[in-house]
């Protein structure tokens, strides 16, 4: 079965960067768009990130475009979030999550991604 385990996590003081890994098994990694989302305590899940199928297109969230970069790497099964100049309101748990039919457009919808990791906790403080 799909798996998508998340790493990279952890505690950085603002404007610091951080990068996320998304690692993938058990299908054809290729046959699905990626995105991040991320939840806040107390908050709910938000889209954050996308990317298409071969990596070319892109979308992100207006909370962090121009901060963060994601990308992939479809021979390593791995997709990546880059964070860079963090800020204490992007504290929370990060996950990836792929989707079978969002393959070369996106979609900002927890319910168009088919698989999900567990999440990584990042931290910013100020």
């Known amino acids: 079965q799909v798996q998508l385990v998340e790493s990279g996590g952890g505690s950085v003081q603002a404007e610091n960067s951080l990068t996320l890994s998304c690692t993938h098994s058990?299908?054809?990694?290729?046959?699905?768009?990626m995105g991040w989302f991320r939840q806040a305590p107390g908050k709910e899940r938000e889209f954050v990130a996308a990317?298409?199928?071969?990596?070319?297109?892109?979308w992100y969230s207006n909370s962090v475009k121009g901060r963060f970069t994601i990308s992939r790497d479809n021979p390593k099964n791995t997709a990546y979030l880059q964070m860079n100049s963090l800020k204490p309101e992007d504290t929370a748990v990060y996950f990836c999550?792929?989707?079978?039919?969002?393959?070369?457009?996106?979609?900002?919808?927890?319910?168009?991604?088919?698989?999900w990791g567990r999440g990584t906790q990042v931290t910013v403080s100020s």
């Open positions: 999550a792929a989707s079978t039919r969002y393959w070369n457009t996106y979609s900002a919808e927890e319910r168009d991604y088919d698989f």
């Open positions: 058990g299908g054809t990694f290729s046959d699905y768009g």
């Open positions: 990317i298409s199928w071969s990596g070319v297109r892109t």
